[in-house]
Nanobody
Framework: QVQLVESGGGLVQAGGSLRLSCAASGRTFSLYAMGWFRQTPGKEREFVAKITWRGGSTYYADSVKGRFTISRPNAGNTVYLQMNSLKSEDTAVYYC???????????WGQGTQVIIAS
């Protein structure tokens, strides 16, 4: 079992920055990857970024490349999503996720609201 607790959401003006954090606990040693997803009402949940637990390889959706950075400093249990140059279309509930194997996400955080004001 893995528990994920997100924080850092809020309201930011377009062009601004925000950093989300996800604290993982439990059987984190079993994880393959952690990632961030986002969702707005009426839309499918969208992949944003992921990082492999052991190798630290990162992957990003095209919509956020060059603006967002996912990190796991010092191989700790907290994963961050640094969001820069924020746009109105980045407004969403952001969810932290963790997966036990490639291609899957088995655990999810409660979500944190990010609102970008024009």
């Amino acid at each position: 079992q893995v528990q994920l607790v997100e924080s850092g959401g809020g309201l930011v003006q377009a062009g601004g920055s925000l950093r989300l954090s996800c604290a993982a606990s439990g059987r984190t040693f079993s994880l393959y990857a952690m990632g961030w997803f986002r969702q707005t009402p009426g839309k499918e949940r969208e992949f944003v970024a992921k990082i492999t637990w052991r190798g630290g390889s990162t992957y990003y959706a095209d919509s956020v490349k060059g603006r967002f950075t996912i990190s796991r400093p010092n191989a700790g249990n907290t994963v961050y999503l640094q969001m820069n140059s924020l746009k109105s279309e980045d407004t969403a509930v952001y969810y932290c996720a963790a997966g036990l194997q490639i291609g899957n996400f088995d655990y999810w955080g409660q979500g944190t609201q990010v609102i970008i004001a024009s």
